[in-house]
């Protein structure tokens, strides 16, 4: 069983810059590294995809609204995933969910991913 659990979320003002982390047990990251993806939900709004990397990292993609403003990276060898997010506006406030999805492709479905965290805070001040 997976567990993944997210971290470095919390309160920031609008242009500010939060890291949020992803800890996957071995499993994700042994010598098949997983898809991973991070997906947020905002209060009142569906889940929405973020941001997906491949098992190898080297395939990154974004949704439209954070492409400019977001870095998703992983450390294999620390079993981590990564989701740097500079210029933060009101609107990314939502909780953060990373998931684990079977393959080493990304993914923008959630209906690919089979494990997901318990999800981390983030909430921009205007």
């Known amino acids: 069983h997976v567990q993944l659990v997210e971290s470095g979320g919390g309160l920031v003002q609008a242009g500010g810059s939060l890291r949020l982390s992803c800890a996957a047990s071995?499993?994700?990251?042994?010598?098949?590294?997983?898809?991973m993806g991070w997906f947020r939900q905002a209060p009142g709004k569906e889940r929405e995809f973020v941001s997906t990397?491949?098992?190898?990292?080297?395939?990154?993609y974004y949704t439209d609204s954070v492409k400019a403003r977001c870095t998703i990276s992983r450390d294999n060898a620390n079993n981590t995933v990564y989701l740097q997010m500079h210029s933060l506006k009101p609107e990314d406030t939502a909780v953060y969910y990373c998931?684990?999805?079977?393959?080493?492709?990304?993914?923008?479905?959630?209906?690919?991913?089979?494990?997901w965290g318990q999800g981390t805070q983030v909430t921009v001040s205007s």
């Open positions: 071995e499993r994700t990251f042994s010598s098949y590294a997983m898809g």
């Open positions: 990397i491949s098992g190898n990292g080297r395939i990154t």
């Open positions: 998931a684990d999805k079977a393959g080493s492709t990304w993914s923008t479905l959630q209906s690919s991913y089979n494990y």
